[in-house]
Each structure stands twice: as structure tokens, then as C-alpha cells.
């Protein structure tokens, strides 16, 4: 954490930097400014999927959410959960063992699903989320 931090605060000097030269140099800024300001927003709405999908993932790693070997019952697909990755969650489906669904984590967390996890051979706890 402390290595991004440096990172950033590294980066955002540098680009300090670079803003003072081209300003003595008589370069207009405020032109270049609204221009990466545009370029910004038309990659952040690009990554947004991406990003919201990377969040859910770490949310539902750092919960511990769903594991690997819960059954998960989302929409029309019952299975079982075969691995859990930062941007998606892979399902073995339990009637065909050779199909497997891949969801992403975003979609997982905004809708609707229903989870059983076996605590024990008799007991099984049923966690339904909406």
C-alpha cells in the first residue's frame, strides 16, 4: 500500500513539474487541461464495468462471500462454484459437469442469487440475498 502511495505521489509531482515548465514556457494550459479533463471521462465511462466488476471482487474475497465448492443458484443457472477470481466467478453447472458458467463478480453482487453452503453432512445453510 505504502509502495502505491509513493507511486502516485511521485507521478503527480512529476506532472506538477511538467504544468510549471510548459506555463514559463507560454504554453496555454487551460486548452490541455480540457482536453486530458475529455479524454479522462471517455476512458473512466470505457472502464466502468471493469472497475465495478474489480470492486465486487474484492468484496466478495475480503467477505469471503462465496467460496469455492458453495452451490450458487443465479437466475436460470444452478451450480457449483468452481473458482472465484477478481473479476469473475466460475460455475460448474450441477446437472452437465462439463458446462461452466462464467459471471462477473458485478453482476453477481447487483442481482438477486441464492447460496448454500454445506456446514456439516446434515446441516446446510441457505443465504439468499436481493
Do not use: Q
Request: proline residues 0%; positive net charge; aromatic residues 6%.
Amino acid at each position: 500500500m505504502f509502495l502505491l502511495f509513493n507511486n502516485v505521489m511521485s507521478l503527480f509531482f512529476i506532472i506538477l513539474g511538467v504544468v510549471t515548465i510548459l506555463s514559463n514556457l507560454g504554453i496555454k494550459l487551460d486548452v490541455l487541461l480540457g482536453g486530458v479533463g475529455i479524454v479522462s471521462f471517455i476512458v473512466g465511462m470505457a472502464l466502468k464495468d471493469i472497475i465495478s466488476s474489480l470492486i465486487s471482487g474484492l468484496m466478495i474475497m475480503l467477505n469471503d462471500h462465496i467460496k469455492v465448492g458453495d452451490t450458487l443458484f443465479f437466475k436460470e443457472i444452478k451450480g457449483r462454484v468452481a473458482a472465484v477470481g477478481i473479476s469473475s466467478i466460475i460455475l460448474e453447472d450441477i446437472s452437465n459437469k462439463k458446462k461452466l458458467h462464467v459471471i462477473k463478480n458485478s453482476v453477481v453482487t447487483s442481482e438477486c442469487y441464492s447460496l448454500i453452503r454445506g456446514i456439516s453432512d446434515k446441516k446446510t445453510k441457505v443465504v439468499s440475498t436481493s
